[in-house]
């Protein structure tokens, strides 16, 4: 049985930080691309940052330069360390991890975990 389950959300105030983290079980998880996305109410789900196996990066253009994702593959986590919150930060955000295979992919998504930058 896969699972991912995030942790790390709460209340903060503009400007702090946060850093999520997704832990997985049930995948061979240096083999997965992972992502992590944010939905606000009303909006559309967004992804913000992924990471391959090796470690490459992509950033949307809206956290690029706040936030970092990185992975430990000892410890089967991903990682969103997120500077200089905005209150349009606001979201719920979740993990994602992507492999492909040659005749089909996998998709796996963790519960979410609230984010609220207020002061």
């Known amino acids: 049985q896969v699972q991912l389950v995030e942790s790390g959300g709460g209340l903060v105030q503009p400007g702090g930080s946060l850093r999520l983290s997704c832990t997985a079980s049930?995948?061979?998880?240096?083999?997965?691309?992972m992502g992590w996305y944010r939905q606000a109410p009303g909006k559309q789900r967004e992804l913000l940052a992924g990471?391959?196996?090796?470690?490459?990066?992509n950033y949307a253009d809206s956290v690029k330069g706040r936030f970092t994702i990185s992975r430990d593959n000892a410890g089967n986590t991903v990682y969103l360390q997120m500077n200089s919150l905005k209150p349009e930060d606001t979201a719920v955000y979740s993990c994602?991890?992507?492999?492909?295979?040659?005749?089909?992919?996998?998709?796996?998504w963790g519960q979410g975990t609230q984010v609220t930058v207020s002061s």
């Open positions: 049930g995948i061979i998880f240096r083999f997965y691309a």
């Open positions: 990471i391959s196996g090796g470690s490459s990066t």
């Open positions: 994602n991890a992507h492999r492909v295979f040659s005749t089909r992919e996998n998709d796996y």
